[in-house]
């Protein structure tokens, strides 16, 4: 495993540590309080269930390694949708750095190969033998 390799597994395992936190709050807060928010700014309501979904089951697959370009995608989408709706007006600081940076990882997760470290890679790598053909 290379350097490159290491940096975008850790990227990947702390992106989906995030949103899997993210996704668990809004399920142990009561999702009807993000289903209540989610109408305050004009969203459906039904949203907020699929938003907790991604980031909870999502962030669990990232952390795993599964699924990853497909669900880095999902949380680009997510990220801008944050931005848009509620973020932008609020400004760059205490506003939406935190989910600019986001949606930046998200982006580089899915654009990435898959890292050494992740399940997808050991399931369907096309490489055989010993771990140094991994990297």
Do not use: C, W
Not at 34 to 54: C, E, H, N, Q, R
Not at 55 to 66: D, N, Q, T, Y
């Amino acid at each position: 495993m290379n350097k490159h390799e290491a940096g975008a597994s850790i990227l990947r395992v702390i992106l989906g540590v995030i949103f899997f936190v993210h996704g668990l709050d809004k399920f142990q807060e009561g999702i009807g309080n993000s289903v209540g928010f989610f109408d305050s700014i004009g969203v459906p309501g039904f949203l907020a269930y699929v938003v907790g979904t991604i980031e909870l089951v999502g962030g669990i697959a990232l952390i795993l390694g599964i699924g990853t370009k497909i669900v880095a995608s999902l949380f680009a989408i997510i990220m801008l949708g944050a931005i848009f709706t509620v973020k932008l007006s609020a400004g760059f600081l205490g506003g939406y750095e935190l989910d600019l940076a986001l949606l930046a990882m998200s982006i580089y997760v899915a654009l990435s190969d898959n890292t050494a470290l992740s399940l997808e890679n050991a399931m369907f790598s096309t490489k055989q033998g010993s771990i140094e053909n991994v990297s």
